[in-house]
């Protein structure tokens, strides 16, 4: 994780918990060794997609290819989840109200005649190489100089940590119910300059797991 990014990810991870510093301490961490099961997944850097609007107005989109391989045991339910934080601190949610035609442009750039939406690729895996499935994520552009960014990928593993204070005590969240955290992955990016163009260079400056 980048000194840039440290911060802003801290703040986004208290206000989504909904709990103060002085509730819990210290901030728990993936097990190393395996706990649950876990899907293998291998993605391509971010890019950037130019298509036109209802209107003929050019909208920006950014996008994530990505495969998962279930080389556990067992079937598992594959229910992904993609979201993009920004350097000012916002959380994006992929694939909210994309239209058709930029999966579609996506597909025939990336050469990928396997390429799922986001809308039918969740569901169960079945175990082996040949079970493996392809899918994109796609955000509407949220700012206009990306800059440092960071993209979290829930869903791909089934260990999980219920919140505790210091005293041993369940921290709950705004509803009532515990917080649990997910084993997440956690990718960081960063565009330098004022790229804007379809073939800007992302420049990947970290990957890890992370509870969240």
Do not use: C
């Given at each position: 994780?980048?000194?840039?990014?440290?911060p802003?990810?801290?703040?986004v991870?208290?206000?989504?918990?909904?709990?103060?510093?002085?509730?819990?301490?210290q901030?728990?961490?993936?097990?190393?060794?395996?706990?649950?099961w876990e899907?293998?997944?291998e993605?391509g850097?971010?890019?950037r997609?130019?298509?036109p609007?209802?209107?003929?107005?050019?909208?920006?989109y950014?996008y994530?290819?990505?495969?998962?391989?279930n080389?556990s045991d067992r079937?598992?339910?594959?229910?992904?989840?993609?979201?993009?934080?920004?350097?000012?601190?916002?959380?994006?949610?992929?694939?909210?109200?994309i239209?058709?035609?930029?999966?579609?442009k996506?597909?025939?750039?990336?050469?990928?005649q396997f390429l799922e939406?986001?809308?039918?690729?969740?569901?169960?895996?079945?175990v082996g190489?040949?079970?493996?499935?392809?899918?994109v994520?796609i955000?509407?552009?949220?700012?206009?100089?990306?800059?440092?960014f960071t993209i979290?990928?829930?869903?791909?593993?089934?260990?999980?940590?219920?919140?505790?204070?210091?005293?041993g005590?369940?921290?709950k969240?705004?509803?009532g119910k515990?917080?649990?955290?997910?084993?997440?992955?956690?990718?960081?990016y960063?565009?330098p300059?004022?790229e804007?163009?379809?073939?800007?260079?992302?420049?990947?400056?970290g990957?890890?797991w992370?509870?969240?």
């Amino acid at each position: 994780m980048t000194r840039s990014l440290a911060p802003r990810l801290l703040v986004v991870m208290f206000a989504l918990i909904g709990a103060s510093s002085r509730a819990w301490g210290q901030y728990p961490k993936p097990s190393p060794f395996p706990v649950a099961w876990e899907l293998t997944f291998e993605h391509g850097e971010p890019r950037r997609v130019v298509v036109p609007g209802p209107n003929g107005v050019p909208r920006a989109y950014w996008y994530m290819t990505y495969s998962v391989t279930n080389k556990s045991d067992r079937e598992q339910v594959f229910l992904p989840r993609f979201e993009l934080l920004t350097r000012e601190g916002k959380v994006v949610e992929s694939d909210r109200n994309i239209p058709a035609a930029v999966f579609a442009k996506i597909k025939q750039r990336e050469g990928n005649q396997f390429l799922e939406p986001f809308t039918s690729i969740g569901g169960t895996i079945r175990v082996g190489e040949d079970e493996a499935k392809d899918g994109v994520a796609i955000w509407e552009e949220p700012l206009l100089r990306m800059g440092d960014f960071t993209i979290f990928v829930s869903g791909l593993s089934g260990e999980t940590i219920t919140m505790k204070d210091s005293s041993g005590a369940e921290v709950k969240g705004v509803d009532g119910k515990p917080i649990i955290l997910r084993k997440t992955l956690q990718l960081d990016y960063s565009l330098p300059g004022d790229e804007r163009a379809d073939d800007a260079l992302v420049k990947p400056v970290g990957e890890q797991w992370v509870m969240r």
